[in-house]
């Protein structure tokens, strides 16, 4: 076959070919049209989503990092007077530093309610998520347990078994300690035994104690022998056998 011929015969081929893709499009354009119409709108609405959430996460971030800088302020406590019958110094007291506070319970009580408003904002980002946990602890400090209670709670919702929510796990047993409810921290405890997000010896020595608050000695020897024998590296092994110990001692 020449050249010239087989030239002709695939302009004829893209022809008929051309052709038959039109002729598929015409048959077909609403429903191609239809679904290009649908890619689109897909796309920007996931764009969307994607910018607003990124935005969510920015504003978040923003309001929990100025709650951090009051909860990680300095604590100046003002000069004292001077005792009776002593002079007064020759020059006034230095300020305090900005931004310092005089003690650790008026800086807790400024962060606490900076740090619910981002919880507030914010409640299903991580920082919100962050802030609520950080809020749960600054009323833990400040003698609030039962409020603390509720806020560690709210945040286990949230995080379900993410980090932030079995460190609250952790902050929930404490809590529970200080309101007497011994039992309840010792089921939040054993929860957290299994989990590889928290240390398990400070588990342990938590769940010791609580055993020992609620008058269950076997239960707390057997748990602080426990970091003994299973952790003898541990931060917690001398107190352990401390605790163990003074959990053996007759009652004077």
């Not at 002729?23 to 290009?36: C, L, M, S, T, W």
């Not at 909860?71 to 110094?89: F, K, M, N, R, S």
């Not at 076997?218 to 401390?242: G, H, L, V, W």
Request: include cysteine; proline fraction near 8%.
């Amino acid at each position: 076959m020449k050249r010239s011929e087989r030239h002709h015969l695939k302009e004829n081929e893209l022809a008929h070919s051309l052709d038959r893709a039109r002729e598929q499009f015409e048959a077909h354009k609403n429903r191609i049209v239809g679904i290009g119409v649908l890619v689109t709108v897909v796309v920007v609405v996931a764009a969307g989503y994607v910018w607003y959430r990124q935005r969510v996460e920015g504003a978040s971030r923003t309001m929990l990092a100025t709650a951090m800088a009051i909860h990680q302020a300095q604590v100046v406590p003002p000069t004292p007077p001077p005792a009776p019958g002593q002079p007064a110094p020759a020059t006034a007291p230095a300020p305090p530093p900005p931004g310092s506070y005089p003690t650790e319970q008026a800086k807790l009580n400024a962060a606490l309610p900076k740090f619910m408003e981002a919880a507030e904002a914010h409640p299903s980002s991580s920082a919100g998520i962050a802030a609520r946990y950080e809020a749960a602890a600054c009323l833990l400090q400040l003698g609030r347990a039962k409020d603390a209670i509720d806020r560690y709670r709210e945040v286990i919702d949230r995080d379900g078994n993410g980090l932030y929510g079995d460190m609250a796990r952790m902050g929930l047993g404490e809590a529970q300690i200080a309101t007497g409810q011994y039992d309840a921290a010792i089921a939040s405890y054993r929860e957290l035994t299994s989990k590889p997000t928290v240390p398990t010896d400070a588990v342990l020595m938590q769940l010791g104690r609580a055993y020992a608050k609620a008058g269950k000695k076997t239960e707390a020897e057997r748990t602080f022998k426990r970091i003994m024998d299973e952790f003898p590296q541990s931060q917690y092994a001398q107190a352990a056998k401390k605790e163990m110990d003074a959990t053996k001692a007759p009652a004077a």
